[in-house]
Each structure stands twice: as C-alpha cells, then as structure tokens.
T-cell receptor
Framework: GQQVMQIPQYQHVQEGEDFTTYCNSS?????IQWYKQRPGGHPVFLIQ?????EVKKQKRLTFQFGEAKKNSSLHITATQTTDVGTYFC???????FGSGTKLNVKP | DAGITQSPRHKVTETGTPVTLRCHQT?????MYWYRQDPGHGLRLIHY???????DKGEVSDGYSVSRSKTEDFLLTLESATSSQTSVYFC????????????FGQGTRLTVV
C-alpha cells in the first residue's frame, strides 16, 4: 500500500551527538512530509520534500528525499535537549504516517 | 496553530455511550481530518472532509461517524464507545488539500472505561 515504515522506533543520545531517522516506502512517493511532536503535544509540520534527491536544511536539521522517491531521512547534527520528541514522516497525500522515532537527549 | 480548537480536551466515558468530539477552525479551510494516535501505531486516519457535507472514510473508520454541516466545524462521533477507542484524537486541517502541510489541533484524550 502507501504506508511508510520508519526506523528506529527509539533513539537515546547524549547531548551533542548526531541523530538520524529513516523512512521507507515500497512504492514511489509523490512527496514526503516530516513532523515533530513534543511530549504531550501535537504534531508540528517541519518540511515537505517533493523532488527526487532533494536535500533541505533547517539549521541543524537536514532532510533528504531519495533518488527513487521511496525513502527519506532526517538528520540532526549536535542534538540539544530541545530536540526531544517524536519525529514522524508522512505520506500525507495518502494520509499515512510512519510510526515515528522517539528521540531522547540526555544532557 | 491555524486557529484549530478541539473540545473537549479530556473525556472519560463509559462503554456503550455515544461520544462526540468537536474540531473548530477559524480559517475556513476546506480540508479537515480526524486522526487517532496510539502507542506503536503513529497517527491513523479515521475520516476526512473536503468540504461541507463531503466526507470520506480513512484507514480506521469502523465505529466512527463524522459530520460537517459548516466549514468551520468537523464533528467526530463514536456511536457506542468501546475500550479499544481509548486514544488521543487529533483534528487537522490542510490549506490546499493533502499535498500541502497539515496543522494539528491540541488533541483530545478519550478514555473509555
């Protein structure tokens, strides 16, 4: 189907370490979105990738869309405690969200 | 937060009772969605609406109905609540349809006992 699989499920890092979450689909995606949800909060849109091989940066966050448009990644450089939360990828035009990667950052 | 308000924010109800959750938006956006969030499952679509009186089912629509009689309000009804419907419910809107970013409400935590 149009579901997206996301790994890892959990990631615990020391503050200052890097973090990456991966999103994979068995079918070609027209676009992919990323959201962040803080503990107890609601999902907040981060970015949308549309083009094959696209790379976008937001400060310490780097988002990539695979050449085949079947996978995507979110990389955070030098994590901070403010990065704590769950990161979701979404094939929103098919209404599917990945199961999320929960990031915990130890100060 | 795109002017989205969910009510109530918390509710405890008994098995077998009907429950209605409300999503209200102030921006007159056409597309509105109801998702539920459960541990290990991420967000799963229950129903969505693409205009007044225009709704469609999502992945987990069994046991739920929706209504949209006004642009600003999207109601989710659990006809007869069951314990499996204990969840956090999020309403979302998107400005130009599902190919654009979604804005989520604060969520409603529903417990069915």
């Amino acid at each position: 189907g149009q579901q997206v699989m996301q790994i890892p499920q959990y990631q615990h890092v020391q503050e200052g370490e890097d973090f990456t979450t991966y999103c994979n689909s068995s079918t070609t995606l027209s676009n992919i979105q990323w959201y962040k949800q803080r503990p107890g909060g609601h999902p907040v849109f981060l970015i949308q990738l549309v083009k094959s091989g696209e790379v976008k940066k937001q400060k310490r966050l780097t988002f990539q869309f695979g050449e085949a448009k079947k996978n995507s990644s979110l990389h955070i450089t030098a994590t901070q405690t403010t990065d704590v939360g769950t990161y979701f990828c979404a094939n929103f035009n098919k209404f599917y969200f990945g199961s999320g990667t929960k990031l915990n950052v130890k100060p | 937060d795109a002017g989205i308000t969910q009510s109530p924010r918390h509710k405890v109800t008994e098995t077998g009772t009907p429950v209605t959750l409300r999503c209200h938006q102030t921006e007159n956006h056409r597309y509105m969605y109801w998702y539920r969030q459960d541990p290990g499952h991420g967000l799963r679509l229950i129903h969505y609406s693409y205009g007044v009186k225009d709704t469609d089912k999502g992945e987990v629509s069994d046991g739920y109905s929706v209504s949209r009689s006004k642009t600003e309000d999207f109601l989710l009804t659990l006809e007869s609540a069951t314990s499996s419907q204990t969840s956090v419910y999020f309403c979302a809107i998107s400005v130009e349809g599902p190919n654009t970013e979604a804005f989520f409400g604060q969520g409603t935590r529903l417990t069915v006992v």
